[in-house]
């Protein structure tokens, strides 16, 4: 355990290499820190926050850096958000009304880059879950044996297929399949009708029958091709002065951002725990490089998660910053899906 003094030293060195990038020297904390300790006495603790793995000294420099375990402890014991009540300041009306729940996929493009602008940044959103859910089903006639379905679902997302029937339909016969459809299986699961079909199929008249088959496959591979993550504001890590000189990090970083399913797994952690969570450079195999930290929380829709946002920035990121961009545009996106 560290006692007060090795605690105030700790704080005060990572907020000052936060807001500078430059390796803290003795000097400076004794400065900083508001301690009234001799420069011998601050050298020693210095050691001994090196000997726990919780600063580091660069080669080029007598200061020393936080390591990514030092950023955990200030995250976790040391970070005072000033004042958790900022949504004002942090997102101002404009940003609000970019969030507006008018589609569902527009909120959350518009919130990938709500975190993006206001973290400078990148700001990830996966995208709700789909239950595969229809509100409403039509078939209209497009030509001869071409026809389109539409599906619309519950939240107002409208998804269309163009399906190739085995025999020619009118659009009589198909206005008559639109109307059985949907008073029947309005409202159900795409998995949920899709077994209901094979115990009623008998019971359809064939044309039917092939038709909602058709419809469910197609809506089932709507949902699946849809996009799961949203991403905006990579080429804000071009400016980032720990990435700008090092080719090599910045592809790697590039790499993981194509990587969507690997992003996926990344924020997956956060939509089983309620609030912001913190993962720091590598640590416990979630962040996959050690010069990134990411900061996530979920959002739900009714009282129930389904999905993740966040920012993914340097180590070296402004934390109490961070965490209250994330956790309002959290609620923000959270009461945009919730309204009906």
Known sequence: MLDERAKTLLKTLVERYIAEGQPVGSRTLSRASGLDLSPATIRNVMADLEELGLIASPHTSAGRIPTPRGYRLFVDTLLTVRNPDLAGAVAPPEARQALR????????????????????????????????VFRHIEFLRLAERRVLVILVTPEGDVQNRVLFTAQDLSQSQLIEATNYVNAHYGGLTLDEVRERLKHEVEALRGEIAALMRAAVDAGTEAADSQEQVVVSGERNLLAVQDFGH??????????????????????????????????????????????????????????????????????????????QIVDITARLVTNALSQK
């Open 101 to 132: 729940p008018d589609q569902p996929q527009r909120v959350i493009a518009n919130a990938a880059q709500l975190l993006s602008s206001l973290s400078s940044f990148v700001g990830v959103v996966t995208a709700p879950k789909k239950s595969g």
């Open 246 to 323: 090092d080719m090599g990090s910045l592809r790697r970083l590039f790499d993981l951002f194509e990587q969507k399913t690997q992003l996926m797994r990344l924020l997956e952690g956060s939509s089983r725990a309620e609030g912001v969570r913190i993962y720091i450079g590598g640590e416990s195999g979630v962040v996959p490089y050690e010069e990134l930290s990411v900061v996530s929380a979920p959002y739900e829709v009714d009282g129930q998660v389904v999905g993740t946002l966040g920012v993914i920035g340097p180590t070296r990121m402004a934390y109490d910053r961070m965490i």
